[in-house]
């Protein structure tokens, strides 16, 4: 049976994008240049595969970003998007929260968990094509940004990794994956990759 938090961490919508110029099919995944993929799909009329439909793709394209600057983007724009919506919660909780219980929002949550997601919908076959998010522009044209979000400032990035000894293990979770850019690999060799290399890294992620 699937909880709330099962739902926030594997969510329901698993989209790829297609990108006939680059024979390229691009995973979409929350701070990871989603946004601008959305925006330049509905411009070109690009084809989607969703959730059973990627059944059916031999190859996904992951561009990997940067696990520390991604977590405090995903962290920053996290909590705007909260302030905005709900103006009404103490900004200074809510940091505490997202702090004190990493990774329960999509955006920041680690680009390991979403590859996990992926998986579910990939045949045992297909391969993962592991990329740099410092390429995607090359791809992707449009650099859409979230409306209303100010860049995180410095004071803000050194609360968010004060006094946090837990943190370094997560991000290099998402390491694993950025040393893996330019290999093509199926996920259980990708689970391979991290059990044979990194067993005291994977064994908190996974039962």
Not at 19 to 32: A, E, R, T, V
Not at 88 to 98: M, V
Request: with cysteine; net charge negative.
């Amino acid at each position: 049976m699937r909880t709330a938090l099962d739902t926030e961490l594997f969510p329901e919508l698993c989209e790829v994008v297609e990108m006939p110029l680059h024979n390229q099919w691009i995973y979409s995944i929350q701070k990871n240049g989603s946004s601008s993929l959305r925006i330049q799909q509905a411009r070109d009329n690009l084809a989607v595969f969703v959730n059973d439909k990627i059944n059916d793709l031999d190859f996904v394209d992951v561009y990997i970003r940067d696990p520390r600057d991604r977590y405090i983007n995903g962290i920053n724009t996290y909590l705007q998007f909260l302030k905005r919506d709900h103006p009404e919660l103490d900004y200074n909780t809510a940091f505490w929260f997202a702090r004190r219980y990493k990774f329960l929002n999509t955006h920041y949550l680690p680009q390991f968990h979403w590859i996990a997601n992926l998986s579910r919908y990939l045949h045992g076959d297909a391969k993962i094509r592991f990329r740099s998010f410092q390429d995607f522009g090359k791809v992707a044209r449009i650099n859409a940004k979230p409306v209303g979000v100010t860049a995180p400032s410095d004071e803000f990035i050194k609360t968010l990794f004060k006094d946090d000894a837990n943190i370094e293990l997560w991000l290099y979770l998402d390491q694993i994956l950025l040393n893996l850019v330019d290999r093509e690999m199926t996920w259980q060799q990708v689970l391979d990759h991290y059990d044979s290399n990194y067993p005291e890294i994977i064994k908190h992620v996974l039962p």
